[in-house]
């Protein structure tokens, strides 16, 4: 397997993920659903007339939905690299008539007005940062006295077999078929706790506490071979291929996730982190 570092996030984003992930966005909000959950659950039990960011917001499903749930006591703000994800984003906010707003800008250097949110939020926006401790320290500089930072990411490659069926399945005939790689940008960029914990007080959080969560995911079966074709390492090559190996790719690749079928659905467990943790200034 490949193990070079993967290509500029601006880059992916921008391009194939971005414009694959506004294409497969109705199933794939369904599959992180259950995660999705877990964070308007945090939220709902608090004060609603607050300011909230959601770091790395892609088409804007979790923006809404706080949005939603803010009604006109607060608003919610979404932040995001990718112009494909952004303009799907913005069209479907317009057309629900939502109070949902986006920022087209990297979290991670945007210069935000000091002191401007009561809660930063993410569904696995924020594991994609090339410098994660001036991301954060940004993160924090947008953060009100008290603020709370609050959000989801990947665990452990290991303890996620799910999402890598399709390079374990493919490596006998694709030997270079790229592998996600811990501890730098990417899927699993924040799948370390210790690495969390340290990345959050190098940039000035405190309270910092991290939870293991377990959600069941589901998407429709129908929607496999999309879903393993379009998203993750396979989708960068399997276009270069010839179309009798792309074919033999795709039929070996399907079958290795039989496990997780279980009569028109496909089912997984996703190992995540919850975090939370508080820009305490005084």
Not at 23 to 32: G, S
Not at 48 to 62: N, S
Not at 79 to 85: A, F, G, L, V
């Amino acid at each position: 397997m490949n193990s070079a570092p993967p290509p500029d996030q601006e880059q992916i984003w921008n391009g194939l993920s971005g414009n694959a992930w506004v294409e497969n966005q109705d199933f794939l909000n369904q599959m992180l659903q259950p995660l999705e959950d877990l964070l308007i659950t945090s939220i709902s039990a608090q004060s609603l007339e607050i300011q909230v960011l959601d770091v790395g917001c892609g088409t804007g499903h979790t923006t809404r939905a706080i949005a939603r749930l803010l009604g006109k006591k607060g608003h919610c703000t979404g932040i995001d690299i990718s112009t494909p994800m952004l303009a799907a984003a913005r069209s479907i906010t317009e057309k629900e008539k939502s109070s949902a707003r986006f920022l087209h800008a990297n979290a991670q250097t945007y210069s935000f007005e000091a002191a401007s949110f009561d809660l930063l939020i993410s569904r696995f926006g924020v594991m994609f940062f090339n410098d994660f401790v001036q991301a954060f320290s940004n993160l924090r500089h947008a953060a009100k006295d008290g603020a709370q930072l609050l959000f989801i990411s990947w665990r452990s490659p290991l303890e996620n077999p799910f999402m890598t069926v399709t390079e374990r399945a493919a490596l006998s005939l694709i030997p270079d078929v790229p592998q996600r790689q811990p501890d730098v940008p990417g899927q699993f960029g924040l799948a370390d706790q210790k690495r969390i914990q340290k990345i959050l007080q190098d940039s000035g959080w405190s309270k910092i506490e991290i939870e293991q969560v377990d959600a069941t995911c589901t998407f429709p079966e129908k929607d496999l071979v999309r879903y393993f074709s379009n998203m993750g390492p396979l989708s960068q090559i399997l276009s270069e291929l010839d179309q009798t190996l792309r074919e033999k790719v795709i039929d070996t690749v399907h079958s290795a996730f039989q496990p997780f079928v279980q009569n028109d659905n496909v089912q997984f467990t996703a190992a995540c982190w919850k975090v939370r943790a508080r820009n305490i200034l005084r």
